[in-house]
């Protein structure tokens, strides 16, 4: 059983012999992980952190400030608006597997930009057990990452003995606030794996709409206790509604909310009608581009959690 005070004491020691008065760099996403990481290793280091929270265009309503307002007292904080750099590679991009690897390679891009500047040794990354479990151990504790340009960057892990529920225990331990704490897990390319087909600027906009209801009716009736991940996918296809009397033609939108431990099989449980209704109600009075929401009501496996 975790001890939160003796484990955060003992890493902060840790932390501050390996790292010395170098300086350390760390991707923030504000995922639990990685903002646990952050504080941990800033409370050993102080602004020899710098956390970089970079936004690729493709994060949830609010969420930019959010992870600001939070973090930005707490730690040394580098935001990086990098969206427009995002969005440009990834015009006309339908595979989704390309996606990934641009958002990936960009990400580096900007990231070693950011390291440069700093003159970092070290990376920090919040990485956790099941993440090296998962990928048969390959994970090392000490090894080096280098980074396109040469640089050659020590990695520091300092959660990476710990499981989710672990790093949430930490998490309030430090003091950070609940929507940090118990935030749904949130894929790395972020609204990209939820827009099937071709990215557009404003399918984004009608995605992160869509999602912004998802998640405001599924919290206030207090779902987004049990559920693992609730949101909303942007398909690829458009279909006829009316409007008043006018025929339509709009996105159909997937609602998908669903049950899991780990992420490797996923349930749809059964989901109070109201809500569902509320939703796609909601939906098609405030998002014009939108004419029908489904309901996925598939599990994993088949299915996986994410659409693309
Ligand atoms: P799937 O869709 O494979 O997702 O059932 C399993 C879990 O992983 C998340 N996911 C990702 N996370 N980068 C990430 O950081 C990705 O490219 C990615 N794809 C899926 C997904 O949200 C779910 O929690």
């Not at 939160?4 to 902060?12: A, G, R, V």
């Not at 929270?53 to 707490?74: C, M, P």
């Not at 479990?133 to 990695?155: F, R, Y």
């Not at 599924?218 to 690829?236: C, H, I, M, P, S």
Request: proline fraction near 5%.
């Amino acid at each position: 059983m975790l001890d939160p005070s003796s484990f955060i004491k003992e890493s902060i020691d840790k932390i501050k012999k390996t790292i010395g008065d170098k300086k350390a760099i760390i991707a923030l996403s504000g995922g639990v992980d990685s903002s646990v990481s952050s504080v941990l290793v800033s409370n050993a280091i102080g602004n020899n952190l710098t956390a970089v929270f970079v936004n690729h265009g493709l994060l949830r309503e609010g969420e930019a400030d959010y992870v600001k307002e939070t973090f930005q007292n707490r730690l040394n904080l580098k935001y990086v608006d990098a969206s427009n750099e995002f969005l440009d590679e990834l015009e006309g991009v339908e595979d989704p597997e390309e996606k990934r690897k641009i958002i990936g390679e960009v990400f580096i891009r900007v990231f070693e930009r950011e390291a440069e500047k700093i003159g970092a040794d070290y990376l920090v990354q919040g990485t956790i057990a099941p993440d090296w479990i998962e990928s048969d151990g390959n994970i090392k504790s000490h090894h080096n990452l280098a980074l396109p340009h040469g640089m050659v960057l020590e990695i520091v892990e300092p959660i990476r003995e710990l499981y989710k529920d672990e790093v949430r225990i930490l998490g309030r331990e430090m003091g950070l606030p609940d929507g940090i704490v118990n935030r749904q897990p949130y894929p790395g390319p972020g609204l990209a794996v939820r827009i099937v087909g071709k990215i557009t600027r404003q399918k984004i906009e009608i995605c992160r709409k869509t999602n912004a209801i998802v998640e405001e009716e599924v919290e206030k009736v207090g779902l987004d206790k049990t559920l693992w991940q609730y949101f909303a996918v942007l398909t690829n296809t458009k279909v006829t509604g009316v409007k008043g009397d006018m025929r339509d033609y709009g996105y159909l939108i997937v609602i998908r909310m669903v049950e899991s431990l780990d992420a490797m099989t996923a349930d749809v449980p059964k989901l109070p009608w109201e809500l569902v209704k509320t939703i796609s109600k909601r939906v098609t009075a405030e998002i014009p581009e939108v004419t029908h929401v489904a309901l996925s009501v598939s599990d994993k496996p088949p299915s996986t959690i994410e659409f693309a």
